[in-house]
């Protein structure tokens, strides 16, 4: 059955005992009463009830509705089949409109009371049937209202899908509960699928799909989604605020118009909808109409149970009475918005920390912005306040956090003054290089894009760090630009300006102060004081100036002068403190510190001073023992009490170490003089306390190191205690003269410093005694030790006769026993210096000597020098002239080899004709070819000799050409290997055969003469070769007639003539290589030069004729010897 049938048509009411009904028109019902009463009277079954009810509940009568329903649950008929399912029908739907009453009802204890009925209800229905589907939907979005029991509402939206996957009512529940767990994604699904079931499901389908897009970021698609909901429905208010919500935020005036109208419409259908009203209220908000905004949002506030929604409605509340100047109001409903929800809304914090800082809480301002900036990592404001909070704090981990936080801050927006000018200010303290970029950030901002003025505030800033760092010019120069800009806007405002020109005028003659400009500086303070006669800081100045001058009378009266204005200022009796300290009143001191204490008992500054002045007595003189311990302890104590007030007090934690020092805990004070370095090394006091422990541990090198390295980073100038303390450590390390040139140096500085004097004596005492006792001394170093102890007895004497030696007692020293001492030394002088004298005679005349020995070293050395020279000069003019002769020689042997060629050249023709024939032969009668070649090789021979040789020159000829063979082997096994003369035949023969070959192509590039020399000269050791084969040939010719004695003859003679020419060649070969390869350098590049291609064409032409030749008088030579090995073998066998 539809809405249809509930809304027309009729319904039939059966009549009791009878077949007649009653028919009613649903859309003209008569009475509830009326129509309750035929109802019973006439005991209808229970389905016309619900029918009827329903009718009245379409009709907006919904007394009538619950009236009929509570009454069908007692009167109504059930005797009939099925009637399980309409009581079960009848108990959900009653069920469900208490659900929906209490859903809308504002008063805590009729919603309580609606929510009651209804679970009485559904507790009566799960009797009936518990599974049912209908039953479980109407159980589940009951569970809806209460967010506690969403899992269970989930766990029967999934039970009824489970039966039925496409229930459209199962599947907008489930979106309802992913929505609520902000899974948006999971919701605009399920919303997707149960549009996908019905395509005509009502409009709030639409209305959730629009939600989803919206919170997913789709505005566009979320959009159309509110349209077509409207479409649908047209009284959708959810769609209407969705809709005015996103033309709102397009912020422009037609957007704006738009989204007012469709609020405005949306309010005329629901009035009581806490969300329009709130809309509403923050559009009047913008509008300054803050009236009407405290109107709408209480209204809201009162309309609505939701927390969210009333956050919100304070939050409205709240910040139209901040603007208003109503802040106590204000605060009221910051602190309620966030009670309301304190998790997600994180505007109410914002306003609640201002009304905190208004209020002076710093600390809870802090949280509510810590808040903010959890919630936004980068919100900009929420940063920048929190940076001022923290500057402000004492804390040294809040003031890192505020320079973290203003660093970001300017990275954001670079272009914030503000966050300069603040960041500048919190980085004066500890960065001042840091805080002068800022202010230089700052100040060019304001000139190139703020356009205006620079104050004269941020010029004295700036003006004061310079003189902090020690740039005075850049420091002036901004104090007087500060100053100008003042003069120029008293006319404006002379009291606020009038004190910023006397700031700036005291940091002037500061400024004066600091370059020892004394009189200017004086001027300028007085000039001050003449108009503000109590400028407490002027007059200590003054009294500091006559400290410093030593006008220590002066500067007390001055000190007493700031004292008659107030008593209570700390630095007066500070500096009354300090002047009594330096004359060591130690007494008055201590009263002007404790007088701090008395208004100021954590003043760290007078505990310190006091501290130090119970440390200071115990390097005094005492009878008493315990005394000693009493004031150790008390001066722990004091440093102890400023260490529980800041922690982080250095000077402190120094005075703590000296007295562990004092104590003898040399150890556990070093470390805690390390400590006090590491957090800041620009202490110089901790520097000499650190040295001083290495001097007692006699760790003296490092001890020299340690106080070297503060004199230079620390004292520009000479400072004569630092000094006095080097001259302990370099004495105690025996290091005398160090010592001596250190306390030179310091009295300079303080020539009338009765213990430099002191001191100084007992160093050049000490020095002349060393040298006394050294037997080696020499006379100069004895002369000076005279000197010294003189000087020292002098200095000694000087102090007993004005009354200052007894000021040096306590040192356990006698200025009168060390007089005498220096007596004693001085009478033995005499002896020491006749030991002197004498051994200064002796190392003179011992080196003496020394030069002449060397002297007569260094003349034999010439000498020697000299004649290496000459024998070696007489070798090469020997070479030179062995060189000329072998030159000499040779010219004759290249005539003879030249005659030789042309020879050659006429038997070519005669040897290819005998070869020719001798190659018939052999092939004839293979048999006799040895025979028929030695033939051939003996015509050969005849046809080149001439007929006027005879055979006896031919047999000299041969044993020549054998001799220069063996020559030429030995030559060049010489110049492989100058130590390796046993070298194999055949690695000579292969040196020399490379060595023509490197020859050959060096005379191809040769002029023409150049050329027909060096092939003479290659010619000739070729015919060498060539006349040794051919008497080789005649040598087995003639062994073939003659007899066995006479060959053994020849051989002898031949052996004999081979040694004596062999060593006649070994002299001369060995001048010719080095002559020929000093030649072919400088040859070389005259035959480049003079190259000609017919000589080179010819020259080639010959070399390979006469390789011709020597191959086959290789050939025939080896033959040869075969025949005569054979020959000689056979006579020896006979």
């Known amino acids: 059955m539809n809405d249809a049938e509930y809304t027309s048509g009729s319904i039939e009411i059966p009549l009791k005992d009878s077949d007649e009904v009653i028919e009613l028109g649903l859309d003209q019902l008569p009475d509830g009463d009326e129509v309750l009463a035929i109802l019973i009277q006439e005991n209808c079954p229970l389905h016309v009830w619900i029918r009827l009810a329903i009718g009245y509940y379409k009709q907006a009568k919904l007394a009538d509705f619950v009236r009929i329903l509570e009454a069908s649950r007692t009167s109504a008929n059930t005797n009939y089949r099925g009637y ?129 897009f919206y919170k997913l970021g789709k505005v566009p698609k979320a959009k159309l989604a509110f349209e077509r909901a409207l479409e649908l429905d047209g009284q959708c208010v959810g769609a209407l605020i969705g809709l005015s919500i996103i033309e709102l935020n397009n912020k422009t005036s037609e957007s704006t118009k738009l989204g007012v109208d469709l609020l405005s419409k949306a309010y005329k259908l629901d009035s009581k909808n806490p969300v329009i009203l709130n809309h509403l209220a923050n559009h009047f908000f913008y509008k300054k109409e803050y009236q009407k905004v405290q109107q709408l949002a209480m209204h809201a506030f009162h309309n609505t149970e939701n927390e969210l929604i009333r956050a919100e409605t304070c939050y409205q509340l709240a910040r139209s009475y901040h603007i208003q100047g109503d802040y106590d109001q204000a605060f009221q409903y910051y602190y309620q918005a966030t009670q309301f929800n304190s998790s997600s809304f994180i505007l109410p914090f914002f306003g609640l920390g201002q009304m905190y800082l208004h209020r002076n809480d710093s600390e809870n301002a802090a949280l509510c912005f810590e808040k903010v900036l959890k919630s936004s990592p980068n919100n900009y404001e929420a940063m920048k306040i929190l940076g001022s909070i923290y500057s402000n704090s004492k804390e040294a981990e809040k003031k890192e956090m505020a320079k973290a936080n203003f660093k970001k801050v300017t990275e954001l927006c670079p272009d914030d003054v503000e966050a300069w000018i603040e960041y500048a200010q919190l980085l004066e303290s500890h960065d001042i290089q840091g805080a002068l970029n800022a202010y230089g950030i700052a100040i060019k901002i304001l000139k190139e894009n ?523 096994n010489s110049i492989l290997s100058d130590d390796d003369d046993t070298q194999e035949d055949s690695d000579t023969e292969k040196s020399k055969s490379k060595k023509k070959k490197k020859k050959t192509s060096k005379s191809k590039s040769s002029s023409k003469h150049e050329s027909s020399k060096k092939a003479g000269d290659y010619k000739s050791r070729e015919y060498i070769s060539s006349s040794d084969d051919e008497g080789q040939e005649a040598k087995n010719a003639a062994t073939g007639d003659e007899s066995q004695d006479t060959n053994h003859d020849t051989q002898d003679n031949l052996s004999d003539l081979e040694e004596q020419n062999a060593d006649e060649t070994m002299q001369n070969a060995e001048e010719i290589e080095q002559d020929v390869e000093e030649e072919e350098g400088s040859v070389a590049e005259e035959e480049q030069e003079e190259e000609n291609e017919e000589g080179d064409n010819q020259v080639e032409e010959q070399e390979e004729e006469e390789d011709e030749v020597d191959e086959e008088a290789e050939q025939e030579e080896g033959n040869e010897s075969m025949v005569q090995g054979e020959q000689q073998s056979e006579e020896d066998n006979e």
């Open 450 to 972: 703020v356009q205006e003025g620079i104050p004269p505030e941020i010029l004295n800033n700036v003006g004061s760090l310079y003189f902090r760092t020690g740039n005075f010019d850049e420091s002036k120069r901004h104090f007087e630009n500060a100053l100008r800009l003042v003069n120029n806007e008293l006319m404006h405002d002379k009291v606020y300006y009038g004190a910023i020109q006397t700031t700036i005028e005291y940091n002037i003659a500061r400024l004066h102060e600091a370059k020892h400009e004394y009189d200017m500086a004086e001027k300028s303070y007085r000039q001050i004081l003449s108009r503000h006669p109590q400028y407490i800081d002027c007059i200590l100045r003054i009294g500091c100036m006559c400290r410093d001058r030593g006008q220590i009378h002066e500067a007390s009266e001055w000190f007493k002068e700031a004292l008659r204005f107030t008593q209570t200022q700390p630095n007066s009796w500070s500096l009354l403190g300090n002047l009594h300290m330096d004359k060591e009143q130690l007494g008055p001191a201590q009263n002007q510190f404790e007088r701090i204490l008395k208004f100021n008992e954590q003043d760290t500054y007078a505990l310190c001073a006091l501290g130090n002045i119970w440390l200071h007595t115990l390097y005094q003189p005492s009878k008493e023992k315990d005394k000693g311990k009493r004031h150790e302890q008390r001066s722990l104590q004091m440093y102890k009490s400023v260490l529980k007030i800041d922690p982080r007090n250095i000077w402190a934690a120094n005075g703590v170490g000296c007295v562990l020092a004092h104590k003898g805990l040399l150890n556990e004070a070093r470390d805690i003089f390390a400590q006090v370095r590491e957090a800041t090394a620009d202490f110089s006091d901790v520097w000499l306390n650190i040295a001083h422990i290495l001097v007692e541990q006699k760790q003296y090198i490092r001890a020299i190191q340690m106080y070297e390295n503060c004199a230079k980073k620390f004292y520009k100038h000479t400072n004569t205690q630092l000094l006095l303390y080097l001259v302990r450590a370099l004495f105690r390390a025996n290091r005398l003269l160090e010592c001596k040139t250190m306390l030179l140096k310091a009295r300079h500085v303080a020539p009338d410093d009765t213990l430099l004097m002191f001191n100084m004596a007992l160093v050049q005492q000490k020095l002349a005694r060393q040298v006394m006792s050294d037997n080696k001394s020499n006379l100069k170093a004895v002369q000076s030790a005279m000197y010294d102890l003189k000087s020292a007895w002098k200095t000694f004497s000087y102090l007993i006769m004005s009354g200052e030696s007894d000021r040096f007692r306590e040192f356990k020293v006698d200025a009168k026993m060390e007089a005498k001492f220096c007596e004693d030394l001085l009478s033995q002088g005499k002896y020491h210096l006749t030991r002197a004298e004498r051994i200064d005679q002796e190392e003179k005349e011992m080196k003496r000597k020394q030069e002449q020995e060397i002297q007569q070293l260094k003349l034999k050395q010439m000498q020697e020098e000299m004649q290496r020279e000459k024998e070696l000069e007489e070798k090469r003019l020997a070479l030179e002239q062995k060189r000329a002769e072998f030159i000499k020689s040779t010219q004759s042997l290249m005539i003879v080899e030249a005659e030789k060629k042309s020879a050659k050249k006429r038997s070519k023709k005669e040897t290819g004709e005998v070869v020719s024939s001798a190659s018939e032969s052999d092939t004839a009668e293979p048999k006799s070819s040895k025979a028929k070649k030695s033939k051939s090789k003996k015509r050969r021979t005849a046809d080149n000799i001439s007929d006027n040789d005879q055979a006896s020159q031919d047999s000299q000829e041969a044993r020549m050409s054998k001799s220069k063979k063996k020559s030429k082997s030995r030559i060049k």
């Open 84 to 212: 399980e399912k309409d009581l079960l029908k009848a108990l959900d739907t009653l069920a469900a409109h208490y659900v929906q009453m209490a859903n809308k009802e504002k008063n805590k204890e009729l919603k309580k009371d609606y929510c009651s009925k209804a679970t009485v209800l559904y507790t009566s229905a799960d009797k009936i049937s518990m599974y049912d589907s209908d039953h479980l939907l109407s159980r589940a979005y009951f569970c809806l209202l209460d967010s506690d029991k969403l899992d269970q509402a989930d766990a029967q939206f999934n039970f009824v899908l489970s039966t039925n996957a496409y229930n459209v009512a199962a599947l907008v529940g489930k979106a309802s509960i992913a929505f609520n767990k902000k899974d948006y994604k999971t919701s605009l699904n399920y919303y997707k699928k149960a549009l996908k079931t019905n395509a005509n499901a009502p409009a709030g389908v639409r209305l959730g799909m629009g939600l989803c």
